[in-house]
C-alpha cells in the first residue's frame, strides 16, 4: 500500500513547480518530483505483480486444483510480460546473442555460464538482437526446460549493459533436487502463489556448506569408481522449508519485497 504522504508530496512538487513559487529551487524540486514519481510508479507496479501471483491457482482452475508445472511457468511469464510491457525473444537467438557478447563464456554451458553464476548484468559490444534500449524483453526456457531459470527478463540500459533478472518457478513448498536457490539479488523464485528473492532463501553458510558436501561427495565417487564399479553421481539437496519458507528466509523476510523491488527497479519503463 502507497503511504497517503507520498502522492500529496507529490501533489504539492507539481504545483510548487507549474507556478514557479521557488525559482531557485525549481531543479531541486524537478529531480525530487521525478524521484518520488518513480518509486510511486515501482510501488504500484509490485502491488500488482504480488497480487496476480497470488491469484495464479484460482485462474481456470478450481480452488481444490493444482495447475501444472508447465502451465504455473506460462502463467507466471505471462504475469511479467504483461506487467513489464516486456517483448519475447526466442531462447535459440538469446544464447547466440550471449555467447557473441560474453567474452568465451556461454549462457549455460560450463561452471562460468551465465546460468549458473547469475551475472547482474552484460556489457553489450554486439547487438546481434537489435534490442532497444529502454525495452523489456523475456525469454522463456532460455536453459532448456530442465535446467535453470524458467526465464529471464533483461533490459538494455542507457549504459549499454544488459540488465538481468533470474526467475524461476517451483510448487508451494519446492523442490529443489540437486539445483538449489541461487544466493543472488537478482534471481526471483514464484513458488506457487508467493514470490521470493533467492538473496535470502540461504546463507553464506548453507552455500558453504553446500559446497563442502559436493567436494566431499564427488571425492567419495572418485575413491570407489574402478572398471567394475561406477557410481552415478546424482546429489537431491533440499531446504528445509516450512509454511512460511526456510529458517534464513523468516528471519529476513522484511527484506523482501525490498530486494524484489531492488531488483525489477531496474525494468521500470521512464
Known amino acids: 500500500m502507497i503511504p497517503k504522504e507520498k502522492p500529496e508530496q507529490i501533489i504539492r512538487l507539481r504545483r510548487a513547480i507549474k507556478h514557479s513559487w521557488y525559482p531557485d529551487k525549481i531543479l531541486k524540486q524537478k529531480l525530487l518530483l521525478n524521484k518520488l514519481e518513480m518509486e510511486e510508479l515501482m510501488e504500484e507496479l509490485m502491488?500488482?505483480?504480488?497480487?496476480?501471483?497470488?491469484?495464479?491457482?484460482?485462474?481456470?482452475?478450481?480452488?481444490?486444483?493444482?495447475?501444472t508445472a508447465k502451465e504455473h511457468e506460462e502463467k507466471v511469464s505471462g504475469i511479467f510480460q504483461n506487467k513489464f510491457k516486456a517483448k519475447t525473444i526466442e531462447k535459440e537467438k538469446f544464447r547466440k546473442f550471449i555467447k557473441l557478447n560474453g567474452n568465451g563464456r556461454q549462457w549455460s554451458h560450463g561452471e562460468d555460464s551465465f546460468n549458473r553464476i547469475c551475472d547482474e548484468s552484460l556489457e553489450v559490444n554486439n547487438n546481434s538482437l537489435q534490442l532497444v534500449s529502454g525495452e523489456n524483453y523475456i525469454i522463456d526456457q532460455p536453459s532448456g526446460g530442465q535446467d535453470f531459470p524458467d526465464c529471464v527478463m533483461v533490459h538494455l540500459d542507457e549504459r549499454n549493459n544488459l540488465q538481468i533478472a533470474y526467475i524461476e518457478c517451483k510448487q508451494m513448498k519446492p523442490k529443489f533436487n540437486n539445483n538449489p536457490p541461487k544466493m543472488n539479488k537478482n534471481c526471483l523464485y514464484v513458488c506457487g502463489k508467493k514470490i521470493y528473492n533467492g538473496y535470502l532463501l540461504t546463507t553464506p553458510e548453507w552455500q558453504e556448506h553446500n559446497e563442502s558436501y559436493k567436494k566431499k561427495y564427488k571425492e567419495l565417487v572418485d575413491e570407489f569408481t574402478n572398471d567394475e564399479f561406477k557410481p552415478v553421481v546424482y546429489k537431491v539437496i533440499e531446504l528445509n522449508w516450512g509454511r512460511d519458507g526456510p529458517k534464513s528466509f523468516i528471519e529476513r523476510a522484511g527484506q523482501n519485497i525490498p530486494l524484489i523491488t531492488l531488483c525489477l527497479s531496474r525494468y521500470l519503463n521512464q
Open 47 to 67: 502491488e500488482g505483480l504480488i497480487n496476480d501471483i497470488s491469484k495464479i491457482n484460482s485462474n481456470n482452475h478450481g480452488s481444490a486444483t493444482q495447475i
